[in-house]
């Protein structure tokens, strides 16, 4: 079982930044992708980012590559999203998802396993 927690939302204007947190619980967090979703009101959620176990692999979604990049520390078991060069469709919940299939790379939010609460991102224009 893993426990995630997300943290470093909050309000920011646009073309601001963000660092997103995301503390996993447990000792095969190395071994896990992690993920990056979020949901805006009244829109599905939607993938941003995925990281491999071994750090070797990242993917984004096109709305977002070139402003985000996400990264691990394994040691610490957290996962963080650098947001820049934010604009105000970003606003949404934020979400950091843990999928135990190390090898690939999924970018459907039903492959991940364990979800965090979510935290809060607005971006004013």
């Known amino acids: 079982q893993v426990q995630v927690v997300e943290s470093g939302g909050g309000l920011v204007q646009a073309g601001g930044s963000l660092r997103l947190s995301c503390a996993a619980s447990?000792?095969?967090?190395?071994?896990?992708?992690m993920g990056w979703f979020r949901q805006a009101p009244g829109k599905e959620r939607e993938f941003v980012a995925a990281?491999?176990?071994?750090?070797?692999?990242?993917y984004y979604a096109d709305s977002v590559r070139g402003r985000f990049t996400i990264s691990r520390d394994n040691a610490k078991n957290t996962v963080y999203l650098q947001m820049n060069s934010l604009k105000p469709e970003d606003t949404a919940v934020y979400y950091c998802?843990?999928?135990?299939?190390?090898?690939?790379?999924?970018?459907?939010?039903?492959?991940?396993?364990?979800w965090g609460q979510g935290t809060q991102v607005t971006v004013s224009s």
């Open positions: 990281i491999s176990w071994d750090i070797a692999k990242t």
């Open positions: 998802a843990a999928d135990k299939v190390p090898g690939v790379i999924h970018t459907f939010a039903s492959a991940y396993d364990y």
């Open positions: 447990g000792r095969t967090f190395r071994w896990y992708t």
